[in-house]
């Protein structure tokens, strides 16, 4: 509808190369994006409510956080999983989420809701041996208003069908939709075409083509959430 949910990267600053002076520049860490993020995301869910403290452990040594969210090969290199997990945890855990009410400037009411994931985060892993603990335990301190609501209103999600489903963020996307939904349904309900492909925000315009993609990605889905009852229709 009329509600966007906004992704703010955190910012760094760096020198005006052009500048003679000292001039300092804002530049972006970048966007959490595809599937490390989610798995990251759900794992915490999970440790918010087994730890109860905003002070969350990462685990001794990097190889150990990677099986827990569901990573089995970790691997170095540029475009390794151990390069990847590290990069996008620094832009997840820097990033700002808020959900804003109706973006036309022309309108007058108007309102947004942020937060910030984590006030701090302290990586000691060194990415060349993922198997040695770190001189200190790594954690990460997530902020008081997101540790609340995962607290409060997270919906529990089994890590074994993400770690199957790990490959595809819209397969994980849809395990996640489904399993919120299904947590708190009462009744049968019909959900439009229309408004699936404007909630899981695709790219693609054309409408027969997210209906085969989705369709795809729930046959998938399926094999590890066998409980959810979906039909698919015109």
Same mark, same amino acid.
């Given at each position: ?70 990573? /089995?090969?970790?691997?170095?290199? %540029?475009? +390794?999983?151990?390069?990847? $997990?590290?990069?996008?945890?620094? #832009?997840? *855990? ?31 892993? /060194?990415?060349?041996?993922?198997? %040695?603990? +770190?001189?200190?335990?790594? $954690?990460?301190?997530?902020?008081? #208003?997101? *540790? ?87």
């Amino acid at each position: 509808g009329n509600v966007s949910l906004v992704i703010q990267p955190g910012m760094y600053l760096v020198n005006d190369p052009s500048s003679v002076s000292d001039k300092l520049l804002p530049k972006s860490l970048g966007y959490p994006f595809g599937s490390k993020p989610r798995l990251i995301l759900a794992w915490l869910g999970r440790e918010v409510k087994r730890q109860k403290t905003r002070e969350i452990k990462l685990g001794k040594s990097l190889r150990q956080f990677l099986e827990e969210i569901g990573i /089995d090969n970790a691997s170095g290199g %540029q475009r +390794g999983t151990i390069t990847q $997990t590290r990069e996008q945890m620094r #832009r997840l *855990f820097s990033a700002r989420i808020a959900l804003i009410d109706d973006v036309s400037p022309t309108q007058v009411n108007w309102s947004m809701d942020g937060m910030q994931i984590a006030d701090r985060q302290q990586l000691w892993w /060194d990415p060349t041996k993922p198997d %040695q603990a +770190g001189l200190f335990e790594s $954690t990460v301190h997530l902020s008081e #208003r997101f *540790f609340n609501e995962l607290s409060n209103f997270s919906v529990p999600v089994d890590m074994r069908a993400l770690r199957v489903l790990r490959s595809s963020p819209f397969e994980l996307d849809l395990y996640c939709w489904l399993t919120y939904r299904f947590y708190s349904l009462s009744r049968r309900t019909v959900v439009p075409w229309e408004a699936l492909q404007a909630q899981f925000g695709s790219e693609d315009k054309n409408e027969r083509k997210f209906r085969w993609q989705l369709r795809k990605a729930l046959r998938s889905v399926l094999t590890v959430y066998q409980d959810a009852h979906v039909e698919d229709s015109p």
